[in-house]
Structures are given as C-alpha cells and as structure tokens.
C-alpha cells in the first residue's frame, strides 16, 4: 500500500515537471545558499541550483560572469547540483544567478542571491540612544559608528525574518568621526531582539566590515516578574566578590540583567538548579558596578514583566579623612529613652548615612559644617529604644551625584539597651588617681547573681564585657584589668549585669572616675587655715594654688572611698587659687590630703600631686573634763545604787529574824 502510493507520487511529481519541457519551456530555477548568505570570511559555502530532473548542466553566475559549470550525470538523475567554495573571501561577494540546460534548451537565470562576505574591515560600534529597556510596542534608536569614514552603514536584527536597515553616515569634517542613527521599531514582547551593525563601501555593497558587538534591547512583556537579590549583600566593599541571582519562571530559557543608565545588558543561559535561577557573578567589585540593577527572562511564551530594583552600594571610596561614630549622651541606653548617632567626618561629604549590621537603612541625613571643629557631622536620634535597637551600627559619607558609591566605613558602634534591673558597684582597688604606669583593674560586683558584666568608658566606642564570678560571699563579680595606666585610660566609668538569655542590660553603676597625674606640667601648692592641728567642731579652710593658669583645682583624701573635691580656680594675688572649707569638722576628716590642678579640656588628665598636708582633729581639752567629771559622777550614782540595794537586804533579813523570836 504504501509503495503503491510513493510510486504514484514519484510517477506524478515526475510528469509534472516534464510538463513544461513538453510544451517547448524550462522552468525556472531557484538559487539557495548554505549556511546563509552572510558570512564572515574563512567561510565555506555551498550553493544549490534546484532545477527539473533531466537537467544536462548547470550554471553559477556571480555579478553576470561565468563561476562553475557543473555538467550532470546521466546515471542518477537529481534535481540538485551544489556549488561548493572553500574558505571564501570578499572576492566571492557579489550577486548570484543560476541557470541550467535540458535537451539542447537554457532556462531563464534564476532569482538573484546576494553573497555578503564579513571582515573585510574593522567592526564599527553600535550602541542604544536611550534606554534598552522598551515596553511593548515601543520604539527605540540605535546609533551605529563606523570605525572607516564615508562608509554606508546597515543595521540587522536576529530572527526568521531577518530584517536590515541602511542608511548614510553623517560625518564631522573636523573630527573625522561619522554615525548614523537607526529607529527601530514597534518592538514586540514575542520575540528576541538582538541587533548587530556594519559597514561598507558604496562600490562594493556585499563586502562588509565584521559585525558590531551585539545589542539586545529587552522588551518589558507580561509574564511573571523574576526576584532578584545579591549574595552576600547588596552593600560590598571595593575589591570584593559577590554574586546577583535572578530567579524566574521554571520554563524561562535566558536571563537578562539590566543596570540603570547603562547601556548594555548581560545575559546567561547557564540556569542553576534547583529553581532556573540564573547567577551573575562579580569577581571583583569596582565603583563601576555601584548602581541599579532589574532582571528580565525570556522564554518562548516571550517575555517577562522586569524584577523589582536591586540597588548595589560600593564602599571603601574617599578613604583619606576617616569617619567617627559615637553614641550621645552614651551607646548604653535606657529602655524608652532616646540616644543620638554622632557621625563626623573632615572630608565635605553631602550625606551620611547609618546602617546597622544587617545592613537595614536608616535616614540619610544632610551634612552640617561645624566651624570650630572644622569638621561635618550628622545627628541620628534613635528612639524611644527597645530591644530591637540594640547591636551594632556603622556610618558612610557619600556624594548627591554619586549615591551608590559610599566612603571607608567609621568604625562599628554597639548600641546596648539597659532595664530595670538593680544597678551593681564598681570600684577601682587602685584609687581613682593613678601615676602613669601603675596597672589598672576595675572591679563590677553585685548581690544579683548577674551571668556577665559590662564596662563602658564614656566617650568610647568599645563595651567591654566579662562573664562573672560567683564569691562566697554572696556576689557576682568581674574583673576588667585595663593594663598600665597612660593619659588615654582617663576617663569616667560605668558597669552594668546582664543575663545570657537577655540582651538587655541592667541599671548603670554610679559613675566611677579615673584621673592619671603628671599630665600637666606644674606642681600645686596645698596650706591649712588656721593650722594643720585643730579640735573637733572647728572650722578648716585647705586652700590650693599655683602660680600657672590652672582652670580647676582637685582634692584628694589619702584612702578616701569618696570622690576628690573639685573647685574652679579664680585669680587673686597674683596666683590662681581654690578654697576647699570645712565646716565643724570631725576626727573622720583627719588624714593626709593633697591637691592637683586640672584644664577644662581634660577633665581626668591632673598636674603632678602637691606636698602632702596632714590633717589632724582633736577633742577639746574642755569636751575631755566634762566627760571626765561624768564618769566619775555615774560612778558615785553606781555605788550609792549598789549600797541602796545592800540595806534593804539588810532590812528584809533582821525583819524576819526578829519575827522568828517572837514567836
């Protein structure tokens, strides 16, 4: 049956093309090429002539001129004869026509066939006016320059269809420079758009340059939007690597990724499984990568709507003048209270902005100039504070033109919550006045059986925190040893207990100061008025001074537990001076004090210690009599009692001995 049929269609096939040669006329032939007919040079290319079986010869012509005669076998009858030219160059350019003979008769010459050979001269560049990303039905100009002047530029676009655009450069005399521009469409969401350019001469127009780089304009369709994101982060440091996925419908063939003002796109067909995501990887992060960024994926439904944005920061720009974060009044803050981010900076950012390690944006604030500081700042208030607030934040500087591209960060600032709970002591076993050199441990304890503790010096950027120690006494407790004293371990102190399954820290310990000596270069002086020996009850004045500028004048108590007694200086007598008066004093003020001068501008830095002043109260010689006089006169009381007591035993007992005679 089925032989049947094919012999019937051979048979009929046959006489069908013999018809025309019965009736005294050749049909015309048609002219193919393969693999297409442009092609880069180095090429091999086949032409076929279809023409009708019984043909004797065939027939190439290029430009009119005689190529190949092909003569036909007799024995296996075909209505194909193929041309074939090895490596091809841009003398095998040109139009095309074949023809063939049967039974003494030529045929009419084929259709014609343009042969365009590729690379005969350098590619020109070709690039998108405006955005690459077209909705639907949208049009779009593509500039095309060739790298030859007075060249005629043609524009081509991928596809079945294969359409092309020419025109006439326009060229700038002076620079030497040519271009012509290309509108392009409507462009459709159902297929792929990828354009190339080239040039030629205008006496050879099959002889073209090589092809431009390839542009793809990305037409917005209707399908699902893909998600875009970045690992590790959308905030990258220069130099870094990093990757961006797009992930898209599980049947998209190709992913775009499109960067704001740019204009080229990136695809890939290397889909990652699980998911069809695509991956863009970035070795090594540059400024020039800081921007916008939208994926689109294509499939053969078309293609997709674009991706939300995926904004991509780089940082470690304008890294000469450092920034400086610090947390006001303290980056230890109540629950429900307020604190304020202090960035600085001495470079003239026009923002800066805070984030906080899980890179969530803050506000980005304006910057102000500060001219006594010479310095530019932003404040952040934070607050009312809860829990969530707590961790650590960095702030950047940058530029309005520039909003992707971030300074060196400043240095992280941990921002900690403290509660309700009960405050622990903080002491100094050392004293709060040190001489450089001398090592330093603080000490934080509670009767709160408290998991670590917490140091915090103000004006510091570090908490520091030690897990505790239970003592036999009944207390929790740590130990901060600060190593040896210098100018920079100055400062006021504070501890706070807190509990591992708690972020959130107890109450502030009472500040504790410490003040380093020999800072200052000048020795007070320290006198008594009236004396250094006076009786209890009297009134004593210890007045320091200097004869050098001192704005304030500090003193101490040998083995005192209190904190020194501060005075601001005056001038009189051609000396700065302060006076530190005790009124009524008791023998509990006795004891060896001394006295140092301090500047405004370093609260905790002192002057060398003054000679030491001893201190001594007495009782008075009349307080020692009377308290005399009323030993004695309780003594008298005592035995007057005690003899008041033997009598009347004495009574009771002559009483009952006198009524036992009686009877």
């Known amino acids: 049956m089925t032989f049947t049929f094919t012999a019937l269609l051979c048979l009929g096939l046959t006489l069908g093309l013999w018809i025309p040669v019965l009736t005294g006329s050749l049909p015309k032939p048609i002219l193919r090429v393969q693999p297409d007919s442009v092609v880069s040079m180095g090429t091999t290319v086949t032409f076929i002539c279809e023409e009708t ?3 004797k010869e065939s027939d190439l012509y290029r430009n009119g001129n005689l190529q190949r005669r092909v003569p036909k076998n007799n024995q296996k009858p075909t209505n194909k004869t193929e041309f074939l030219f090895l490596n091809v160059g841009h003398q095998n350019a040109g139009q095309y026509h074949c023809s063939y003979k049967s039974q003494g008769k030529s045929s009419d010459y084929s259709e014609p066939l343009e042969l365009v050979v590729t690379g005969a001269y350098s590619k020109p560049s070709l690039s998108v006016q405006s955005n690459p990303v077209v909705t639907s039905g949208g049009y779009v100009t593509l500039k095309c320059e060739p790298s030859h002047y007075d060249h005629t530029l043609i524009l081509t676009v991928e596809g079945s269809q294969k359409p092309s655009w020419r025109q006439e450069t326009q060229c700038n005399h002076y620079t030497g420079k040519c271009h012509a521009l290309f509108p392009v469409g409507p462009l459709t969401s159902n297929q792929r758009w990828i354009f190339r350019c080239y040039s030629y001469e205008t ?3 099959q002889v073209w340059s090589a092809p431009s780089e390839p542009v ?7 399908l699902q939007k893909p998600t875009i994101k970045a690992e590790p ?3 990258m440091h220069s130099g870094r690597a990093m990757t961006i996925w797009c992930q898209g419908d599980l049947d998209a063939e190709i992913y775009f990724l499109y960067k704001e003002g740019s204009h080229n796109t990136q695809s890939t067909q290397t889909l990652q499984q699980p998911g069809n995501k695509a991956k863009f990887f970035i070795p090594s992060v540059t400024q020039s990568h800081a921007g916008q ?3 689109y994926c294509y499939s053969s439904a078309g293609w997709s709507e674009p991706s939300d944005t995926l904004e991509l920061v780089v940082t470690g720009m304008y890294n000469y003048y450092p920034l400086m974060l610090s947390g006001l009044p303290s980056p230890v803050v109540p629950e429900g209270g307020n604190v304020t981010l202090h960035c600085t900076s001495l470079r003239n950012y026009d923002k800066f902005i805070l984030t906080k390690e899980d890179q969530k944006f803050t506000n980005s604030l304006d910057t102000e100039y500060i001219p006594s500081t010479g310095q530019h700042q932003a404040l952040f208030v934070l607050g009312p504070m809860t829990p969530n607030y707590s961790g650590t934040f960095r702030c950047y500087g940058y530029y309005k033109n520039t909003p992707q591209l971030w300074s060196v960060p400043s240095e992280l600032l941990k921002i900690l919550i403290s509660g309700p709970l009960r405050k622990p002591s903080l002491l100094s076993h050392q004293g709060r006045i040190l001489n450089p050199g001398m090592s330093l441990t603080l000490q934080c304890y509670s009767d709160i059986n408290y998991d670590k503790f917490a140091l915090y010096k103000e004006g510091g950027a570090d908490i520091i925190q030690s897990s505790s120690q239970w003592t036999k006494a009944g207390l929790s407790k740590a130990n901060f040893t600060l190593g040896y004293v210098n100018h920079s371990t100055g ?15 107890s109450a502030s ?7 380093i000596t020999g800072q200052i270069y000048d020795t007070p002086s320290l006198s008594v008025m009236p004396n250094s020996t006076v009786h209890s009850g009297e009134n004593v004045t210890l ?6 500028s001192v704005d304030t004048f500090i003193l101490s108590k040998e083995g005192s537990g209190q904190p020194p007694l501060r005075r601001k200086s005056k001038f009189q007598d051609q000396q700065y001076q302060s006076e530190f008066s005790m009124r009524a004093v008791t023998s509990k003020l006795s004891g060896t004090y001394r006295c140092y001068g301090s500047p405004d501008s370093s609260l905790y830095l002192l002057s060398f210690a003054s000679a030491p002043v001893e201190l001594i109260v007495s009782a008075p010689e009349n307080q020692d009599h009377t308290m005399e006089n009323l030993i004695r006169m309780g003594m008298a009381v005592l035995v007057l009692i005690v003899l008041s007591i033997l009598a009347a035993v004495a009574w009771q007992s002559h009483r009952q001995t006198h009524h036992a005679a009686g009877k």
């Open 233 to 235: 982060g959308s905030v």
């Open 293 to 295: 960024y939208g994926c």
């Open 509 to 515: 310990s009472d500040p504790l100061d410490i003040l």
């Open 216 to 222: 793809e304009l990305l037409v917005s369709g209707k």
């Open 543 to 548: 007045m320091c001074w200097s004869k050098y």
């Open 203 to 205: 006496n050879t127009p």
């Open 53 to 55: 079986i019984g043909a």
């Open 491 to 505: 400062g006021q102190y504070r501890c706070y207990g807190a509990h591992n399954l708690s972020s959130e820290l």
